[in-house]
């Protein structure tokens, strides 16, 4: 199952925080799940920062260890919404200590231009995360899609998480070039990302149409390495959907 989902749908033991309650305006764990998944049919910016607050006080980022998605969402529509960017990230920097680094890293690998003195202003009101946001200007900003996959499956949660605020296809067509990893041998960390590339891809090909277009479109271009796998995503995903099953 995709990341948002299985972060936002999955998760039974969900308990408000009583300092965010006042303030969410998502009925439900599953509202919110789903507002965020298919954030990119209807953009409402002015709503990221409520969203990600009510997100972070039921739980869903788990300190962090569900945090990718949320990191490539943020980056999403930062890229989207330069205007807004320097507004959302002063709103997030109230979430508990715990979960502001997802503010951070969704800021630096946004495309926002002014990400650097954005994240230096930012070191005043999280200052317990001022070794992390020093080390990070200290060196190169690279763009989320450029990370190395090779990083693990976390990578690919941001980048779903990025389709979802975006639309984008790019960042689908960077976890289909992971694709050719699913038969690797002797290297354990590409086995597993080519096997979570090729998973995460049937389950949003099912519940997104611009993923399934991406990979239909992909089959012209991509090697046959890569084309093989493809047709064997898309033949499941299609069974899938005939049969009413989600992933």
Avoid at 75 to 90: D, F, R, T, W, Y
Avoid at 176 to 197: C, E, F, Q, T, Y
Wanted: hydrophobic share 45%; proline share 8%; net charge neutral.
């Amino acid at each position: 199952m995709n990341a948002i989902l299985r972060s936002l749908l999955i998760v039974v033991a969900l308990v408000c925080s009583p300092v965010f309650a006042a303030v969410q305006d998502f009925a439900n764990a599953e509202e919110l799940g789903r507002w965020i998944t298919y954030y990119y049919t209807k953009p409402e910016p002015h709503r990221v920062a409520e969203a990600i607050r009510a997100a972070s006080s039921q739980g869903f980022m788990k300190n962090g260890q569900k945090a990718p998605p949320f990191i490539g969402f943020i980056a999403g529509v930062m890229s989207k919404n330069p205007s807004i960017a320097q507004s959302l990230a002063e709103q997030l920097t109230s979430l508990p200590e715990v979960d502001q680094p997802v503010v951070i890293l969704g800021v630096w690998y946004s495309a926002y231009p002014e990400a650097k003195p954005l994240l230096e202003r930012l070191t005043k009101s999280m200052p317990k995360h001022k070794e992390m946001i020093d080390h990070l200007l200290a060196n190169g900003r690279p763009s989320l899609l450029d990370l190395p996959l090779e990083q693990g499956p976390w990578v690919l949660d941001a980048l779903w998480g990025n389709f979802m605020a975006t639309g984008d296809d790019t960042p689908v067509t960077r976890i289909i070039s992971a694709l050719p990893w699913i038969n690797v041998r002797g290297d354990a960390p590409r086995l597993l990302v080519g096997g979570a590339a090729r998973w995460s891809l049937i389950s949003n090909a099912i519940q997104h149409k611009p993923v399934m277009t991406t990979c239909r479109k992909e089959l012209v271009s991509q090697p046959k390495e890569v084309t093989e796998v493809l047709r064997e995503i898309i033949a499941e995903a299609e069974k899938d959907m005939r049969e009413g099953k989600t992933r």
